[in-house]
């Protein structure tokens, strides 16, 4: 049974040829995919698999415009002062393994320009985001680096809390939100041009980096608060704080992230699986590759949590919710296939982009709306941030 709807719309069937004609007609953006943690390791993603949720078939068949890449850096990388070797080498791998190796079909992206280009030419935006400020080393001349390289979004944190912010994930608050010099992180992040991401940070972070951004600011992959209590998803308050000031919530399809069943199981899963975690992050501090397979075990010992899979019905009540709180300016979509466990029936796998089309013309979501939440707010908030640091740039200058 699908959610309550929103005021002003009248739920109706729908043909497969209207289905295919607005899912053709939106440029679908995804904002967060960790399918670069197995590229990075080998895996083609121009072939078809059955182990991950992404490979460049499936891509063409969801009638993907646009995808953000992860560069994810495991907190683990901090040891050593590894995390910009290993920001590199993912950053490397979107655009060796993926777009370079796939030049037919993937066109690097670094502007809104960039993507348009690629739909003209119905090729795939590849774009890339860090998962982790830590990748910066707490150095501003590496995050400049880092948008060179054509790094376009940073999120502010993983799920630990680094020298200048906090993690939600983290029981530690250091700083109190930002540091002041996370507070001129996110200034250069202005001033560069580089979207500020909250999906990962504590919510004093968020109130921090609010204030503090001079352009609006996305979750790249979090969902509603309200509805399912994980953590990292976000209150209504900051759902309208957000999106007063021309942010947009893209939303996390993690099964626990959209349903309160499977939020409670994972949590009481993640309590009893903490201090083998915390034991084992210590044995393996310098082997990433041995801690995850060692965190592969310690999960199946423990045994998983009850499996309560999430629906197409959840990822249409969390974007109501948002259109309800925000408007439907204020909402995208940031899967987060191939870093999460579990996603709904329906929409498990990047093939499956139509159905939620489908799900949402059945709510009474126009052709229109349903291309500003598949990819024209995520393209309004970046021309954003690109005028920003035009300004800002223009501003020194002078």
């Known amino acids: 049974m699908l959610a309550a709807q929103a005021p002003g719309r009248h739920r109706h069937t729908v043909t497969d040829a209207e289905v295919k004609r607005v899912h053709a007609s939106a440029i679908l953006i995804d904002t967060h995919n960790d399918v670069t943690s197995a590229t990075v390791a080998g895996l083609d993603i121009g072939k078809p698999n059955t182990d991950h949720m992404t490979d460049l078939p499936r891509m063409k068949a969801g009638g993907m415009g646009a995808q953000f890449f992860a560069v994810y850096v495991a907190a683990s990388y901090v040891n050593g002062n590894r995390s910009a070797n290993r920001t590199l080498q993912m950053i490397d791998t979107v655009r ?48 400049r680096r880092y948008y060179d390289e054509g790094v376009r979004y940073m999120t502010l944190t993983h799920a630990n809390s680094n020298h200048w912010a906090d993690s939600s994930g983290d029981d530690n608050k250091p700083n109190n939100g930002l540091s002041p010099f996370g507070k001129e992180v996110v200034r250069e992040m ?3 041009g580089m979207i500020v991401d909250i999906s990962h940070v504590s919510d004093k972070t968020f109130w921090d980096a609010l204030e503090t951004s001079q352009a609006p600011i996305f979750a790249s992959h979090s969902s509603c608060r309200a509805i399912a209590p994980a953590p990292r998803n976000m209150t209504d308050e900051m759902i309208r704080a957000l999106a007063k000031k021309g942010g947009v919530v893209q939303i ?62 959840d990822v249409v009540r969390h974007i109501n919710h948002v259109v309800e709180l925000a408007g439907v300016d204020a909402v995208g979509l940031g899967s987060d296939f191939d870093g999460i466990s579990c996603a709904p029936e329906g929409l498990d796998s990047v093939d499956k982009w139509p159905n939620l089309t489908r799900a949402l013309l059945e709510e009474g979501y126009t052709a229109a709306d349903i291309r500003k939440i598949y990819g024209e707010n995520t393209l309004r908030l970046m021309a954003a941030v690109e005028r920003t640091a035009q300004q800002l740039r223009s501003t020194e200058t002078r």
């Open 96 to 143: 060796h393994d993926i777009v370079e190796k796939y030049p037919r079909d993937f066109l690097l992206a670094t502007t809104v320009a960039d993507i348009r280009r690629a739909h003209r030419q119905h090729k795939i935006a590849a774009l890339l985001g860090i998962e982790g400020g830590h990748a910066i080393e707490d150095s501003l001349r590496l995050l």
């Open 190 to 192: 202005n001033r560069l």
């Open 252 to 313: 996390n399809l993690s099964c626990d992230f959209l349903n309160a069943g499977a939020a409670k199981a994972e949590a009481d899963f993640e309590a009893r699986l903490r201090p083998i975690r915390d034991e084992l992050m210590a044995k393996y501090a310098n082997n990433p590759d041995g801690l995850r397979t060692a965190m592969r075990e310690a999960r199946t010992r423990v045994g998983a949590p009850p499996e309560q899979r999430a629906t197409l019905a």
